[in-house]
């Protein structure tokens, strides 16, 4: 065992005891003294036979799901195995969770008996939260059946990794706006590309490799195939940051912008691995503004941003109009900018801020992770007014990704991207 431990030795009143009836009735010459000793005598005799030393345990723990998604339950086992040639009696152990992740369900502690080679396992539930979490050494307690001593330690866990709450991002719903660089944005106009976009009249001039031969061999008349163009879109997240944007669906369950930033890390990165220019900025925060850019410098950036945005959500009181927010962001926004907007939805500033990013040119879609979801009457009525307010922002012509954060967020948006597509 490597941790290191304390001994708490017990008994030392009858330790006391029988040192001080022994010598009175020595000094006294009294036997009833002598008789009366024996019995903390017979404690210490019982207790240096059932003492314990160092327990030698291993520990090993284990994550279900291993790679969680924000707002997952992952159930973590802690199993505790007794290398030792002795048995324990009393071992208890209490796992070392992390603060941030709020236990929903069963217990990290536990309480076994071991023989030499068994093992025991204790399972507690948590809601997994974005980012890296690092569990500590367990702590242990082992202890003799007459509990004469007890010994304290932590041990290590064998091959500890941390909990790792990722988000994978395939793909997100770009509109209709995209800027002359070559990217992967698929664009409804002709050009050059791989993909199949139409046939037209061959023009003199055409490139002979474009001609379609084997409608010219059916037909004798020349064509020329077109190919869909590809765009790179330029995109800037606006992360909603004000106060609402703090609450969760239940207690120990990430928050909406939590959820959200979450969202923004790996679309971040998904996006621009793809050749588009992506900036980010954040409205109900003091937040600074990231130009769209290929360059991976801008998720250096965004780390930066996000790590402050959570401690200074609501402290920009300036604006609570989102008309009025958009408007100040539009003069910084590139005029071939689409915008994602990330956010709950939880107040009509959504509306404002569609509003008048549609007015200035930019296509919006709104990327809002759904934490409404609960029993009550407040989040029924919270659930209905986000719900009313999501369909008018569809009717003002903004993309909408209604996330149930029951599912993982590629699923919501592959079924936008096929709602899009339908007639």
């Given at each position: 065992?490597?941790g290191t431990?304390?001994?708490?030795p017990?008994?030392?009143i009858?330790?006391?005891?029988a040192?001080?009836l022994v010598?009175a009735g020595?000094l006294?010459?009294?036997?009833?003294y002598l008789?009366a000793?024996?019995v903390?005598?017979a404690?210490?005799?019982?207790?240096?036979?059932?003492?314990?030393d160092e327990?030698?345990?291993?520990?090993a723990?284990?994550?279900?799901?291993?790679h969680p998604?924000?707002?997952?339950r992952?159930?973590?086992?802690?199993?505790?195995?007794?290398?030792?040639?002795?048995?324990?009696a009393?071992l208890?152990?209490?796992?070392?969770?992390p603060?941030?992740l709020?236990v929903?369900e069963?217990?990290p502690?536990?309480?076994?008996?071991?023989r030499s080679g068994e093992?025991a396992?204790?399972?507690?539930?948590v809601?997994a939260?974005?980012g890296?979490h690092?569990?500590?050494?367990?702590d242990?307690?082992?202890?003799?059946?007459?509990?004469?001593?007890?010994?304290?330690t932590?041990?290590?866990?064998?091959?500890?990794?941390?909990?790792r709450?990722?988000?994978?991002l395939?793909?997100?719903?770009l509109r209709?706006?995209?800027i002359?660089?070559?990217?992967?944005?698929?664009?409804?106009t002709?050009?050059?590309g791989t993909?199949?976009y139409?046939?037209?009249?061959?023009?003199?001039?055409d490139?002979?490799?474009?001609?379609?031969?084997?409608?010219?061999?059916s037909?004798?008349d020349?064509s020329?195939?077109q190919?869909?163009?590809?765009?790179?879109?330029?995109?800037?997240?606006?992360v909603?940051a004000?106060?609402d944007?703090?609450?969760a669906?239940?207690?120990?369950?990430?928050?909406?912008?939590?959820?959200?930033?979450?969202?923004v890390?790996?679309?971040l990165?998904?996006?621009?691995?793809?050749?588009?220019p992506?900036?980010v900025?954040?409205v109900?925060?003091?937040?600074?503004f990231v130009e769209p850019?290929?360059?991976p410098t801008?998720?250096a950036?965004y780390?930066?941003?996000?790590?402050s945005l959570?401690?200074?959500?609501?402290?920009?009181?300036?604006f609570?109009?989102?008309g009025?927010?958009?408007?100040?962001?539009?003069?910084?926004?590139?005029?071939d900018?689409q915008?994602a907007?990330?956010t709950?939805a939880?107040?009509?500033?959504?509306?404002g801020?569609v509003e008048?990013?549609r007015?200035?040119?930019?296509e919006v879609?709104v990327?809002s992770?759904?934490?409404?979801?609960?029993?009550?009457?407040g989040?029924?009525?919270a659930?209905g007014?986000r719900a009313?307010r999501l369909?008018?922002a569809?009717e003002l012509?903004?993309?909408v990704v209604?996330w149930d954060?029951?599912?993982?967020?590629?699923v919501?948006?592959?079924?936008t991207i096929?709602?899009w597509?339908?007639?």
């Amino acid at each position: 065992m490597s941790g290191t431990g304390v001994r708490t030795p017990r008994w030392r009143i009858a330790t006391v005891a029988a040192a001080v009836l022994v010598a009175a009735g020595v000094l006294l010459v009294r036997q009833a003294y002598l008789f009366a000793a024996a019995v903390p005598l017979a404690y210490l005799a019982a207790a240096a036979l059932s003492a314990t030393d160092e327990p030698d345990v291993s520990l090993a723990r284990s994550f279900d799901p291993a790679h969680p998604v924000p707002g997952e339950r992952v159930t973590i086992t802690l199993t505790v195995t007794n290398e030792g040639d002795a048995p324990l009696a009393d071992l208890r152990v209490v796992d070392a969770v992390p603060d941030r992740l709020g236990v929903v369900e069963g217990s990290p502690r536990g309480c076994f008996g071991l023989r030499s080679g068994e093992h025991a396992t204790l399972t507690y539930d948590v809601i997994a939260r974005r980012g890296t979490h690092e569990f500590g050494d367990p702590d242990l307690r082992a202890r003799g059946l007459a509990g004469s001593a007890v010994y304290t330690t932590s041990e290590p866990v064998t091959d500890d990794e941390p909990l790792r709450c990722e988000l994978a991002l395939d793909d997100l719903p770009l509109r209709e706006q995209h800027i002359q660089f070559v990217g992967q944005a698929p664009t409804n106009t002709p050009g050059s590309g791989t993909e199949f976009y139409a046939t037209r009249e061959y023009q003199p001039g055409d490139p002979v490799s474009r001609v379609d031969w084997r409608h010219f061999a059916s037909t004798g008349d020349l064509s020329t195939v077109q190919f869909r163009r590809r765009r790179a879109a330029s995109v800037v997240f606006v992360v909603d940051a004000h106060d609402d944007a703090t609450v969760a669906a239940a207690t120990g369950e990430p928050t909406a912008l939590e959820l959200g930033l979450y969202a923004v890390d790996h679309g971040l990165r998904a996006l621009r691995e793809r050749g588009n220019p992506v900036g980010v900025t954040a409205v109900g925060a003091g937040a600074s503004f990231v130009e769209p850019t290929r360059s991976p410098t801008v998720e250096a950036e965004y780390d930066g941003m996000r790590e402050s945005l959570a401690a200074d959500a609501g402290s920009d009181g300036l604006f609570t109009d989102g008309g009025r927010e958009a408007k100040r962001l539009c003069r910084k926004l590139p005029n071939d900018a689409q915008v994602a907007y990330v956010t709950p939805a939880l107040g009509d500033r959504v509306l404002g801020a569609v509003e008048a990013f549609r007015a200035h040119g930019h296509e919006v879609t709104v990327l809002s992770p759904d934490v409404t979801e609960g029993d009550t009457l407040g989040h029924r009525v919270a659930a209905g007014e986000r719900a009313l307010r999501l369909v008018a922002a569809r009717e003002l012509g903004a993309g909408v990704v209604d996330w149930d954060t029951d599912e993982p967020l590629r699923v919501a948006i592959a079924e936008t991207i096929t709602g899009w597509a339908s007639p």
